[in-house]
């Protein structure tokens, strides 16, 4: 095989869905050869449509080609499509790459590593950024860990689905970003709120503060998307809260593991929850505002 990915090398796909279905139609738009498993055998059309294969497990997928995808939902989702009966462990050959670009446990991660690497199947993590339009228009940006010839090999592959692509470290390294990821957008979510609700107070307009924050060193991502979604009252999801909760629980779980005590961490973890036990799970995770609001009044 080639030293890097080409049109010759077979990729697999696990998890065609909201994010991963984009992801194969890009890769097939690529010139890959994709073949796609699914549990639910109908997630799996619009690939098969667009010229991919299917098959019936992980482990005749992971028989069938060079580069195996996995974009599930969370840390026993990967566990179980990687380690489990008919996993990729069981039916992957020595020298398969495994790339799971799900957001999972970066501890859990490393501890995969190992065991498909005792098989001679070698791995990368590979979370990404960017949400389903990233996913559509192949911008995501991807956060790997692993080793640098796997990166190299699996670049060209990264490519046909994002934009910015980065070899941050060793196994687990790219999951432990994502995570720092998620968790810097939920504190600014919080900062942006607070700063809100004190501009409220003071009787200053939101649209006109949201505008000249944007052009200082206060203006991100979250004051341009995420503050308009606040000022409107509009939480249509672009991120769900169920979601990035469950990624801040990744996050607390990883604190855990390293005996870290990070107050503004344990804040939006806790709000996060907070949000999603009250019933807001669907709708967008910028609805930690409300959660603001709730709490921040001292009489």
């Known amino acids: 095989m080639a030293n890097t990915a080409d049109q010759s090398t077979r990729i697999g796909l696990i998890g065609p869905g909201i994010m991963g279905e984009p992801m194969g139609l890009n890769l097939i738009r690529a010139g890959f050869p994709l073949t796609v498993y699914a549990r639910r055998p109908e997630a799996t059309e619009t690939l098969s449509r667009a010229g991919a294969g299917t098959a019936s497990t992980p482990a005749e997928l992971a028989a069938r080609v060079d580069v195996l995808i996995t974009m599930v939902s969370d840390t026993p989702d990967v566990e179980a499509v990687l380690l489990g009966e008919q996993g990729v462990i069981t039916g992957g050959k020595p020298g398969l790459r495994v790339i799971d670009m799900s957001t999972i446990s970066p501890v859990a991660t490393r501890e995969m590593a190992q065991q498909l690497a005792e098989k001679g ?115 249509t999801p672009g991120f769900k809260a169920r979601l990035h909760n469950k990624d801040l629980q990744i996050v607390a779980r990883t604190l855990e593991a390293f005996d870290l005590n990070l107050p503004g961490s344990r804040l939006a973890i806790g709000y996060m929850q907070k949000l999603v036990d009250q019933g807001d799970g669907e709708i967008d995770s910028a609805a930690l505002a409300r959660i603001v609001q709730q709490t921040v009044h001292l009489r």
Do not use: W
């Not at 996913?135 to 692993?146: D, F, P, Q």
């Not at 004051?223 to 009252?233: F, G, P, S, W």
């Open 121 to 235: 199947i070698r791995m990368l993590d590979a979370p990404v950024s960017g949400g389903d339009v990233g996913a559509k228009n192949a911008t995501l940006t991807i956060m790997a860990g692993g080793k640098v010839e796997d990166f190299d090999f699996a670049l060209p592959v990264f490519q046909a689905m994002g934009k910015t692509i980065t070899l941050i470290g060793d196994h687990g390294a790219g999951q432990v970003v994502k995570a720092c990821n998620n968790l810097i957008i939920a504190q600014t979510v919080i900062a942006v709120s607070e700063a809100f609700e004190m501009a409220k107070a003071a009787g200053v307009d939101l649209n006109r503060a949201r505008e000249a924050l944007m052009g200082g060193f206060a203006g991100s991502k979250v004051m341009e998307i995420h503050a308009k979604r606040m000022i409107d009252d509009n939480y």
